[in-house]
């Protein structure tokens, strides 16, 4: 079995612990990619001092230079797409066309953020004295705490990472447990386009541990979280009693609204593609839909037929539809969900059980599922459950019932009236609204985050990421050679 190992101090290293963990391929247990490191505190702290000197360097390089090695980091996801959407299809087990956008999504990231490198704008105003400038300007921070999740396993370390390296910061990369080979491979590119090897720590483990660490470690000032709002809210509490600067990227329970006048079609597609593409393991899937009664029984007979269509199976395969959930974990939290929906009286339409046959005994499929009738305030309708298991319900009240959970990622409204739709972008809460697009599609140059209990106020992607990863400074110049007194001398430098 190949080992890996972690890449620290500018050296790929075994952990201290000698212990380490087994990756295994999710559509087929039998098939072991390697075993990684099971890191510790003791690692983290060398990686730390390490990513220090790097930051020393990195910092004084010019945003631009930085710029130009995120630019080669594109070039080298490009050429190497197929084969990285290959890898990681084997480890997290959705379709090789999905892992194809994932790397997608982290070439697009790269080549923005190489641009910001010649961007990072500051403000120059005016002062309110003669003869003095003011201006504000964007500084690195220090040691970034970089820990994201499975469900993307290129493309979120990338929405966090560029604009922390092109800012000027260091990382210490924490991949989920069930994503290390990804992690690896990206940090073999990030060395290969010219990043200087301290400001990049490879450290993996798993979050009890080696995550916590992260965390708990006074010289990382900077931690950016995706992941559980349960474990969200563990790492804002240590972050708030730290005094540390956090981005916190959580949970969903994203609705898809269908209005009567809609496009039933194209709503059906959408609601396919929401609900089960990365067999719903995506924190913008679409978990509820929302039927207006005039369609409600037409579209779910519609939307029924299709879901029992779709093909499951191993996600290297041409035609696969649907993958296995990533691990033994996450399938038995839906099952346990199927029997909260029955439990509570929901009709359960179709799934609700592990797939089997040809191809399917050895990963952790789940066939599609479809729950209706499911009243707002249930469990069903209310938790995140991050598997394919859908809860339809009818209502009059579309955006009231959408707005009643305690999550605030995305949205979506399928609709030909255009001011139903102007008044979803207004009154849904949600960091991000689709109309006539499903939950799920979010483009990299644009504000990622959710509202409520999806994050703490931050966005991934875009410009305003690179405002969480930098600091404000602002400097004052006075050039009229005298004392001249904010707020108690006047426009004309004489006192009132
Ligand atoms: C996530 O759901 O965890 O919008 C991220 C999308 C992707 C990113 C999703 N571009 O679905």
């Known amino acids: 079995m190949k080992t890996f190992r972690n890449f620290i101090a500018g050296e790929w290293v075994a952990p201290s612990s000698g212990e380490y963990f087994e990756n295994r391929n999710p559509a087929d247990t039998t098939d072991v990619i390697g075993r990684f490191p099971l890191s510790t505190a003791a690692d983290v702290d060398r990686a730390v001092a390490s990513a220090k000197r790097g930051f020393r360097e990195w910092s004084r390089t010019p945003a631009p230079a930085r710029g130009d ?49 010649r961007r990072l704008f500051g403000h120059t105003v005016p002062s309110e004295l003669r003869d003095k400038w003011a201006m504000s300007f964007r500084r690195p921070i220090g040691v970034a705490g970089i820990i994201t999740p499975f469900n993307f396993p290129l493309a979120i370390p990338t929405w966090k990472m560029f604009p922390a390296l092109l800012c000027g ?19 073999e590119i990030l060395l290969e386009a010219g ?27 900077l931690i950016s979280f995706t992941g559980s709002t349960e474990t969200g809210r563990i790492v804002g509490e240590t972050a708030g009693r730290m005094h540390k600067r956090l981005s916190l990227e959580m949970g969903g329970k994203n609705a898809q609204i269908v209005m009567d006048d809609a496009n039933l079609e194209l709503a059906l597609e959408g609601v396919l593609w929401g609900a089960f593409g990365t067999t719903g393991q ?6 509820r839909l929302i039927l207006q009664k005039g369609i409600h029984d037409r579209f779910l007979g519609m939307l029924v037929d299709k879901a029992k269509s779709l093909k499951l199976g191993d996600g290297r395969k041409e035609g696969t539809d649907i993958g296995p959930l990533v691990s033994r974990n996450a399938l038995e939290k839906v099952e346990r969900y199927i029997d909260i929906g029955q439990s509570e009286g929901n009709d359960l339409l179709c799934g609700g059980r592990r797939a089997t046959g040809k191809g399917l005994d050895k990963g952790f499929f789940f066939e599609p599922t479809i729950f209706a009738r499911v009243e707002a305030g249930q469990r069903l309708e209310q938790e995140e459950i991050f598997g394919p298991v859908l809860s339809v319900s009818d209502a009059d009240e579309a955006f009231r019932v959408n707005n009643d959970v305690k999550y605030g990622l995305s949205s979506s409204i399928y609709t030909t009236n255009v001011q139903d739709a102007f008044r979803a972008m207004n009154e849904l809460e949600n960091g991000i609204t689709y109309v006539n697009a499903p939950t799920i599609g979010a483009e990299a140059h644009l504000p990622f985050g959710g509202v409520k209990q999806t994050g703490n106020g931050h966005r991934e992607g875009g410009w305003e990421v690179y405002e969480f990863y930098s600091e404000t400074k602002v400097g004052y110049v006075d050039f009229s050679g005298r004392l001249q007194r904010a707020q108690i001398d006047n426009y004309l430098g004489t006192p009132d």
């Open 169 to 187: 910061n260091a990382c210490i990369f924490k991949p989920a447990e069930d994503v290390p080979h990804t992690g690896t491979v990206f940090v």
């Open 195 to 221: 990043l200087p090897p301290e400001v990049i720590q490879l450290v993996h483990g798993v979050g009890e541990q080696e995550g916590k660490a992260i965390v708990d470690h006074p010289e990382i000032p």
């Open 282 to 287: 995506r924190c913008t899937a679409t978990s």
């Open 69 to 117: 090695v995120l630019r080669r980091v594109g070039d080298l996801l490009s050429q190497r797409k197929d084969e990285i959407a290959d890898l990681m299809t084997r480890e997290m087990g959705k379709p090789v066309a999905e892992t194809k956008g994932d790397v997608q999504e982290g070439i697009d990231t790269a080549y923005y953020a190489a641009s910001e490198g």
